[in-house]
């Protein structure tokens, strides 16, 4: 049985912020779930993945984040209490949903789930999504900690019904990826059946309808607003004539500095854990008889903004600061010692902390770089592309594992913008430059959105090349399926498997070729010819990720060495591949035979024949 599955009621429990999240839905009774599939979301959906095996819970990777929005809309509009998750810029794709949503309204409880990324760990872009629960006039729920965000989470589907909306759960990188003690509550039994009754006057968004249910839903936000001043997640801690206004992990900061500065008693606290709609009667009783208030929020200063407007509308008299040049940054992640200064230096406490260690007499430690893994098929197609289109190519990329391939020594990735946006910026850069155009796509980003520009692609005629780099799962966000996986290899049945040759010669693509990108020689050559065709070509390198194959066990048979009397030491192989498992001892190249994985493109280039396979015993 599946870990989140086991233990008593009132048993405690160790999980991580993610797995709490899952177990949190699952006692919640949620019964439809969907996703595509990123950081730092990827592990409540690879748990309720595993959970859907062992019970009635109905899972879904979906192509993209707009399809999962859609699969919820309607679960949750047939009875059934539906999550949808995915991380903060999956958002932008399901938007156009979303935004629709909100007017029609839900039947039960749809939590949509969006993990921001402050610092970009794992991302393009740091956007504060707290803007969609404005934009789009519904409710966000933001926890502070991990035991929290499993209990919060059941309370987002209550209010989603309280309210027959939407409701957006905005989590942090901080709180999906630390761990806690939590404790389990009984599950409550799922309704799985649904039944949705036909109301097209208010279901079919035509302008009358949508005018109608515009009102709905400014009335629903009146409602949520009132919800919200009187919401146990939103409460006043402490006393004084200071004040800070914090949400999210910041809370736990601020928290932190207030014990560590000694002024715990001088400060009192507001902490909207349902940031949107904001609680304006307990802002109001906050800020009476406060001098000062500091606001710690990542990102954006919304709640900045908006506690500075109540209180020129009440006409209230204090000093309001948050994002400033000498206190907090709109930039990157918080942690207790950005807070910890923050507060001291904005209410003039003295920093009495412990001063970082000095560290200036030691060597600088040597970069570290995100690197393709050993035997990554990408590394084999970028050398065979760039051997074929040379340096005067453009290489556009796009979302994946094989972003990585714009570093030295691969240097393969000339602009990345978002998902699937590859094929389009190549017949951007194609038709205003006039000059060879690469674009790369990964299987999962293909059916994910490329599809739509490869079809854009042939009907304007542009004159491209697109490698899909077809690895057999979505690799980067920890092996999710797509529509390319076989999915019995997983244990599953009942699956379709989509071929993207098919699909790619379907849309009218003149040249098409798949190849085993292993086989240098051969990549090199389709990839030369589909350059030289006129038009949309594609190639398509199909190669299992090694990781995935391993976590299969189809791992290697062999592994490379380098024959010591053979080698000239031109490190073809090292400045050319940049492979992990090399390395460098008494200046001669030799292989790591524990990273090694036995794909033997270094062997395919070595002008001296100097690396061999030997067969592992």
Same mark, same amino acid.
Do not use: W
């Given at each position: 049985?599946?870990?989140?599955?086991?233990?008593?009621?009132?048993?405690?429990?160790?999980?991580?912020?993610?797995?709490?999240?899952?177990?949190?839905?699952?006692?919640?009774?949620?019964?439809?779930?969907?996703?595509?599939?990123?950081?730092?979301?990827?592990?409540?959906?690879?748990?309720?993945?595993?959970?859907?095996?062992?019970?009635?819970?109905?899972?879904?990777?979906?192509?993209?984040?707009?399809?999962?929005?859609?699969?919820?809309?309607?679960?949750?509009?047939?009875?059934?209490?539906?999550?949808?998750?995915?991380?903060?810029?999956?958002?932008?794709?399901?938007?156009?949903?979303?935004?629709?949503?909100?007017?029609?309204?839900?039947?039960?409880?749809?939590?949509?789930?969006?993990?921001?990324?402050?610092?970009?760990?794992?991302?393009?872009?740091?956007?504060?999504?707290?803007?969609?629960?404005?934009?789009?006039?519904?409710?966000?729920?933001?926890?502070?900690?991990?035991?929290?965000?499993?209990?919060?989470?059941?309370?987002?589907?209550?209010?989603?019904?309280?309210?027959?909306?939407?409701?957006?759960?905005?989590?942090?990188?901080?709180?999906?990826?630390?761990?806690?003690?939590?404790?389990?509550?009984?599950?409550?039994?799922?309704?799985?059946?649904?039944?949705?009754?036909?109301?097209?006057?208010?279901?079919?968004?035509?302008?009358?309808?949508?005018?109608?249910?515009?009102?709905?839903?400014?009335?629903?936000?009146?409602?949520?607003?009132?919800?919200?001043?009187?919401?146990?997640?939103?409460?006043?801690?402490?006393?004084?004539?200071?004040?800070?206004?914090?949400?999210?992990?910041?809370?736990?900061?601020?928290?932190?500095?207030?014990?560590?500065?000694?002024?715990?008693?001088?400060?009192?606290? /507001?902490?909207? !854990?349902? =940031?949107?709609?904001?609680?304006?009667?307990?802002? @109001?009783?906050?800020? +009476?008889? *406060?001098?000062?208030?500091?606001?710690?929020?990542?990102?954006?200063?919304?709640?900045?903004?908006?506690?500075?407007?109540?209180?020129?509308?009440?006409?209230?008299?204090?000093?309001?600061?948050?994002?400033?040049?000498?206190?907090?940054?709109?930039?990157?992640?918080?942690?207790?010692?950005?807070?910890?200064?923050?507060?001291?230096?904005?209410?003039?406490?003295?920093?009495?902390?412990?001063?970082?260690?000095?560290?200036?007499?030691?060597?600088?430690?040597?970069?570290?770089?995100?690197?393709?893994?050993?035997?990554?098929?990408?590394?084999?197609?970028?050398?065979?592309?760039?051997?074929?289109?040379?340096?005067?190519?453009?290489?556009?990329?796009?979302?994946?594992?094989?972003?990585?391939?714009?570093?030295?020594?691969?240097?393969?990735?000339?602009?990345? /913008?978002?998902? !699937?946006? =590859?094929?389009?910026?190549?017949?951007?850069?194609? @038709?205003?430059?006039? +000059?060879? *155009?690469?674009?790369?796509?990964?299987?999962?980003?293909?059916?994910?959105?490329?599809?739509?520009?490869?079809?854009?692609?042939?009907?304007?005629?542009?004159?491209?090349?697109?490698?899909?780099?077809?690895?057999?799962?979505?690799?980067?966000?920890?092996?999710?399926?797509?529509?390319?996986?076989?999915?019995?290899?997983?244990?599953?049945?009942?699956?379709?498997?989509?071929?993207?040759?098919?699909?790619?010669?379907?849309?009218?693509?003149?040249?098409?070729?798949?190849?085993?990108?292993?086989?240098?020689?051969?990549?090199?050559?389709?990839?030369?010819?589909?350059?030289?065709?006129?038009?949309?070509?594609?190639?398509?390198?199909?190669?299992?990720?090694?990781?995935?194959?391993?976590?299969?066990?189809?791992?290697?048979?062999?592994?490379?060495?380098?024959?010591?009397?053979?080698?000239?030491?031109?490190?073809?192989?090292?400045?050319?591949?940049?492979?992990?498992?090399?390395?460098?001892?008494?200046?001669?190249?030799?292989?790591?035979?524990?990273?090694?994985?036995?794909?033997?493109?270094?062997?395919?280039?070595?002008?001296?024949?100097?690396?061999?396979?030997?067969?592992?015993?």
């Amino acid at each position: 049985m599946h870990k989140l599955l086991q233990g008593e009621p009132e048993s405690r429990h160790f999980l991580l912020g993610n797995e709490a999240i899952a177990r949190g839905a699952i006692e919640a009774g949620v019964a439809f779930a969907t996703t595509y599939p990123g950081t730092p979301s990827s592990e409540i959906s690879a748990n309720l993945f595993e959970i859907s095996k062992e019970t009635d819970l109905y899972f879904e990777y979906s192509s993209n984040e707009k399809i999962a929005l859609e699969l919820a809309s309607a679960s949750a509009n047939s009875g059934l209490r539906t999550l949808c998750l995915m991380k903060h810029v999956g958002v932008n794709v399901a938007a156009d949903v979303l935004m629709t949503l909100a007017y029609l309204g839900v039947k039960k409880g749809l939590v949509l789930l969006t993990a921001d990324d402050p610092f970009m760990f794992s991302s393009q872009n740091e956007q504060d999504n707290r803007y969609y629960g404005r934009l789009a006039g519904i409710p966000v729920l933001e926890p502070s900690s991990v035991d929290e965000a499993k209990e919060m989470i059941k309370y987002a589907f209550d209010l989603s019904e309280q309210l027959n909306e939407p409701v957006i759960f905005r989590t942090t990188t901080r709180v999906n990826h630390s761990s806690g003690i939590v404790e389990f509550k009984d599950i409550a039994a799922p309704q799985t059946k649904g039944e949705f009754i036909k109301d097209p006057m208010n279901y079919v968004s035509v302008p009358a309808v949508s005018r109608k249910r515009h009102k709905v839903l400014l009335d629903n936000l009146e409602k949520a607003a009132t919800i919200s001043d009187s919401c146990s997640y939103n409460f006043i801690k402490g006393k004084g004539s200071l004040g800070i206004i914090c949400n999210g992990v910041s809370y736990s900061y601020v928290c932190d500095s207030l014990k560590d500065l000694g002024i715990e008693d001088k400060v009192k606290i /507001l902490r909207p !854990g349902l =940031s949107h709609p904001m609680p304006d009667a307990l802002i @109001k009783e906050f800020l +009476k008889d *406060t001098e000062k208030v500091l606001v710690v929020e990542e990102g954006e200063p919304i709640m900045e903004e908006y506690v500075r407007s109540v209180a020129q509308t009440e006409k209230i008299a204090c000093e309001i600061k948050g994002k400033h040049k000498d206190l907090l940054s709109r930039l990157y992640e918080f942690n207790p010692s950005i807070v910890r200064s923050a507060v001291a230096n904005f209410f003039g406490f003295e920093n009495k902390s412990a001063k970082p260690v000095d560290t200036s007499d030691l060597p600088v430690l040597p970069n570290r770089p995100p690197n393709l893994c050993a035997g990554c098929s990408h590394r084999a197609v970028f050398y065979a592309a760039k051997k074929a289109g040379g340096a005067e190519t453009l290489y556009p990329s796009d979302i994946g594992c094989y972003t990585l391939g714009f570093l030295p020594p691969v240097g393969m990735g000339d602009f990345v /913008l978002c998902m !699937g946006a =590859s094929i389009g910026t190549a017949c951007g850069f194609s @038709k205003s430059t006039g +000059k060879n *155009t690469l674009a790369f796509i990964g299987d999962s980003t293909f059916f994910h959105s490329g599809i739509n520009g490869l079809l854009n692609a042939v009907f304007n005629n542009h004159d491209i090349t697109v490698v899909i780099l077809d690895n057999r799962t979505t690799a980067m966000t920890g092996h999710q399926p797509n529509p390319g996986v076989d999915m019995t290899e997983l244990g599953f049945e009942n699956y379709n498997q989509i071929d993207i040759e098919a699909v790619v010669k379907s849309l009218g693509v003149g040249y098409v070729q798949t190849v085993k990108p292993y086989n240098i020689r051969k990549t090199q050559e389709a990839i030369e010819e589909a350059m030289k065709f006129k038009g949309v070509s594609v190639v398509i390198a199909k190669e299992k990720c090694v990781l995935y194959a391993k976590q299969l066990g189809q791992g290697k048979k062999t592994v490379f060495q380098v024959n010591q009397d053979k080698c000239k030491n031109h490190r073809n192989c090292v400045n050319d591949l940049g492979c992990p498992a090399f390395y460098i001892e008494n200046d001669q190249v030799n292989i790591n035979p524990d990273m090694c994985t036995g794909c033997s493109v270094c062997a395919q280039i070595c002008p001296e024949n100097a690396i061999s396979p030997v067969k592992i015993k």
